[in-house]
């Protein structure tokens, strides 16, 4: 549907027929309120409190005017007549052409830090202002993942253009890797997406 979705399926077809010719089971939607001050977790739980499985959730894509959503062609009339609200916001959602999907404007702030390793341990810490001991914590839970892959090991090193996410915090990714500072710490410019 968009060609650089995070969330993606696979489809398995025999090799006498075309990919156009096999459905990918997939519906896109549009929800349209007042939502200025909604973000992607009031969404995703609005939905999941529909008692919704996150697998049967692709991307919510979030834009000024509206938040388009792909969701599993199971669950589309459910969805349809059951979400009501955002937060406390009024929603009104209907189904949209693929066509009509678009990727939304990136938000972020570009941040310099000083690094003493790569490990992910001390990139989280600072790229998310948190202590070293709150990032090991989080890794210990399983509350993190790098290039789209869950990372349980606190020692991992994370390289030049990998993207981290840490559920409750957000996501990162370290733009460059600007050389080694007097102190012989790693200088590096960590994006962080808003």
Same mark, same amino acid.
Request: charged residues 35%; contains cysteine; aromatic residues 8%.
């Given at each position: 549907?968009?060609?650089?979705?995070?969330?993606?399926?696979?489809?398995?077809?025999?090799?006498?027929?075309?990919?156009?010719?096999?459905?990918?089971?997939?519906?896109?939607?549009?929800?349209?309120?007042?939502?200025?001050?909604?973000?992607?977790?009031?969404?995703?739980?609005?939905?999941? &409190? +529909? /008692?919704?499985?996150?697998?049967?959730?692709?991307?919510?894509?979030?834009?000024?005017? !509206?938040?388009?959503? *792909? @969701? $599993?062609?199971?669950?589309?009339?459910?969805?349809?007549?059951?979400?009501?609200?955002?937060?406390?916001?009024?929603?009104?959602?209907?189904?949209?052409?693929?066509?009509?999907?678009?990727?939304?404007?990136?938000?972020?702030?570009?941040?310099?830090?000083?690094?003493? &390793? +790569? /490990?992910?341990?001390?990139?989280?810490?600072?790229?998310?202002?948190?202590?070293?001991? !709150?990032?090991?914590? *989080? @890794? $210990?839970?399983?509350?993190?993942?790098?290039?789209?892959?869950?990372?349980?090991?606190?020692?991992?090193?994370?390289?030049?253009?990998?993207?981290?996410?840490?559920?409750?915090?957000?996501?990162?990714?370290?733009?460059?890797?600007?050389?080694?500072?007097?102190?012989?710490?790693? /200088?590096?410019?960590?994006?962080?997406?808003?």
């Amino acid at each position: 549907m968009i060609k650089n979705s995070e969330r993606k399926i696979i489809l398995i077809y025999p090799d006498y027929m075309s990919f156009e010719d096999v459905k990918a089971d997939l519906c896109p939607l549009s929800i349209k309120g007042r939502f200025e001050n909604l973000n992607h977790k009031d969404f995703l739980g609005a939905i999941m &409190s +529909l /008692r919704i499985r996150r697998e049967k959730i692709g991307d919510i894509l979030i834009h000024k005017d !509206e938040t388009q959503i *792909i @969701i $599993k062609n199971d669950i589309k009339d459910y969805l349809l007549y059951n979400l009501k609200t955002v937060g406390k916001e009024k929603v009104y959602i209907e189904e949209i052409r693929q066509e009509d999907l678009k990727l939304p404007e990136e938000v972020y702030e570009d941040k310099k830090v000083s690094l003493s &390793s +790569l /490990r992910l341990d001390v990139v989280m810490s600072n790229s998310y202002d948190l202590s070293r001991n !709150e990032s090991l914590e *989080i @890794i $210990k839970l399983n509350k993190v993942k790098v290039n789209w892959q869950p990372i349980s090991k606190s020692f991992f090193e994370v390289k030049e253009g990998d993207l981290i996410s840490v559920r409750g915090y957000g996501r990162s990714k370290i733009i460059s890797l600007d050389g080694i500072n007097k102190k012989n710490k790693f /200088r590096a410019t960590v994006r962080i997406y808003k």
